[in-house]
């Protein structure tokens, strides 16, 4: 196949390189003016978006943040290659992690520097070769017409004889992914017949998994990693297959252990991060959570709504720990990210509601710090259908606002908004994942009240027992837990008057007083006469910490 028909791009930090690559193309007969280079990561998606090109010779180990595999992400992600184009990475770098990568990102083709000339131009002309004779297929797939890539497939096959195992390869994932796990398990348990290679076990255990037998395909990925330790499909396979199970903390282990061998993939930073939160390890859950974050910078896979999320894992850790001083540390870290991205938000756009991630962030701030009222304030200025819709972590705390808070009927909804597109999710792992998030999210609602209800429980006790100091302590720590209790607030206000409260500041106690009081009122249950004696231990309370 001719290459002076075709537009390339060269992506690399090394203007040796791309001069290098530049010659072996004008070599084979391609016209300067046809390839276009770029040093600089973010330039290289801008031209993406404005152009478009052939082949792109994109290198892996890019000195920017946003490596060679992050640009192929975001040009899947925002389809900014036609179907028939190619993308190939190049790189010096053939450890396994590398390698590993690849076999995970899946471009059309990748060359291990240095590289002969003539190596080269074919691999490219095979690839474009490929491409351009199964287009109609690939553009099929890539508008997720399973149905019809499935009929042209077998058409393709006649045609095109020499990529006959590509083709099956397609074919088996369109299988999987219209879910007819059935035609798809005897599917691949053919061509493991006819085949040594990988990919068909995988393709075999991943129906197995559809079809609900785990614990068959649990040994196929366990087979294949007896022979292969390192291959990352296979060990996905397998996490995916243990937390089906229910066995959480083993598939934490394995993506631990990919992660290892493969640190550069940012989905799995998500992954592990709400393994982690599942398992209420909130410091961990927001350090993996913030690695995201720095990967996708600058990329369309950023959102507010994860980092957001990283400062409510925060402040959920400040929730379960015994120290004090770490307590406040935690808080006080989450709150200067929050002030951080109001200031990031602000300079993008002036209002704030157009930001409604951030808003639930500073409710749960809020009511974290008892400042119950203002939470509610923020609460309400958020309009539950505007949020954006295909944000699963501005769903899911949007659910934890209103389960702090107290409003059963906005969790519910926030919680059915947050199932829909996690349904919606395409990586099967972060899909797992974040379903077990939610779930772990429910029972950590319900261990809160719990949790909440016994401390109140005991101040009621030591109250009775005229306790008052003991009485005090665990009311404030129960204040952080179930702010809306009005039982609680009442006894606040009650205790306050009696005794000072050790270890808050005096703008801290005045800011839960007045939630407590306004709480109080604003509960259906109390008569007027017990809110109006709220009033007055209000009143007096203010007074003894003034």
């Known amino acids: 196949m001719l290459l002076c028909h075709h537009s390339f791009l060269i992506i690399d930090d090394s203007n040796t390189a791309i001069a290098l690559t530049r010659s072996m193309l004008t070599n084979a007969g391609v016209s300067n003016s046809h390839i276009q280079t770029t040093t600089d990561s973010l330039k290289a998606l801008r031209m993406l978006r404005t152009n478009q090109y052939d082949v792109v010779l994109c290198d892996y180990n890019m000195q920017h943040h946003i490596d060679g595999g992050l640009i192929f992400d975001e040009i899947k992600h925002n389809h900014l290659l036609s179907p028939s184009s190619v993308f190939i ?13 690849f076999l995970e990102l899946e471009p059309d083709d990748y060359l291990i520097k240095p590289f002969r000339f003539a190596d080269f131009i074919s691999r490219i002309e095979y690839v474009l070769e490929r491409k351009t004779a199964l287009k109609v297929l690939l553009t099929a797939i890539d508008e997720k017409k399973y149905e019809q890539a499935l009929h042209l497939a077998s058409s393709l096959t006649q045609d095109f004889p020499k990529f006959k195992g590509y083709i099956t390869r397609i074919q088996g994932d369109c299988l999987l992914r219209l879910q007819r796990h059935l035609e798809a398990e005897a599917f691949y348990a053919k061509a493991c017949a006819e085949t040594q290679h990988i990919w068909p076990m995988i393709g075999f255990g991943n129906a197995l998994q559809g079809l609900g037998k785990l614990k068959q395909a649990e040994d196929i990925f ?92 925060l402040l959920l850790a400040s929730i379960y720990s015994r120290d004090a001083k770490h307590t406040t540390q935690l808080i006080d870290e989450a709150r200067n990210a929050l002030v951080q991205l ?63 808070c107290g409003m059963p009927d906005m969790y519910e909804a926030a919680m059915v908004k947050a199932r829909k597109i996690c349904g919606q999710t395409e990586d099967e792992g972060l899909m797992l994942s974040q379903i077990e998030l939610l779930n772990g999210f429910q029972d950590e609602i319900y261990q809160r009240l719990k949790l909440g209800g016994a401390l109140v429980k005991k101040a009621q006790s030591y109250r009775q027992q005229n306790l008052a100091n003991k009485a005090l302590k665990h009311a404030y720590r129960a204040f952080f837990i179930v702010p809306f209790h009005h039982e609680l607030c009442f006894l606040i ?18 800011e839960i007083l007045k939630s407590c009081y306004w709480l109080y009122c604003h509960d259906k249950r109390p008569t007027e006469q017990q809110k109006k004696r709220a009033l007055d231990l209000y009143r007096l309370a203010t007074m003894r910490v003034a």
């Open 89 to 101: 990475c190049v790189t010096g770098d053939n450890s396994q992690q590398v390698v590993t990568h």
């Open 222 to 313: 366990h087979e294949i990693l007896a022979k292969h330790p390192h291959h990352p499909k296979a060990r996905q396979g397998l996490a995916n297959c243990l937390i089906r199970q229910d066995d959480l903390p083993q598939a934490l282990q394995h993506f631990l252990m990919l992660h290892k061998i493969n640190p550069a993939n940012p989905i799995r930073e998500l992954i592990i991060a709400n393994l982690y939160a599942h398992q209420q390890d909130h410091n961990k859950a927001a350090t993996g959570y913030q690695r995201f974050i720095r990967k996708v910078a600058d990329t369309s896979q950023y959102s507010y709504g994860v980092e957001v999320n990283a400062s409510i894992s």
């Open 342 to 404: 109001n200031q990031k938000a602000t300079k993008e756009d002036k209002r704030l509601e157009n930001h409604p991630s951030l808003l639930v962030g500073l409710a749960i701030l809020a009511c974290m710090r008892g400042e119950i009222q203002n939470c509610y304030s923020i609460a309400s200025q958020i309009e539950m259908d505007s949020v954006e819709t295909d944000d699963f972590y501005t769903a899911l705390n949007l659910a934890r606002m209103y389960g702090f």
């Open 493 to 510: 206000l009650e205790l306050t008057a009696l005794a000072t409260p050790a270890g808050l500041q005096h703008d801290e106690v005045n």
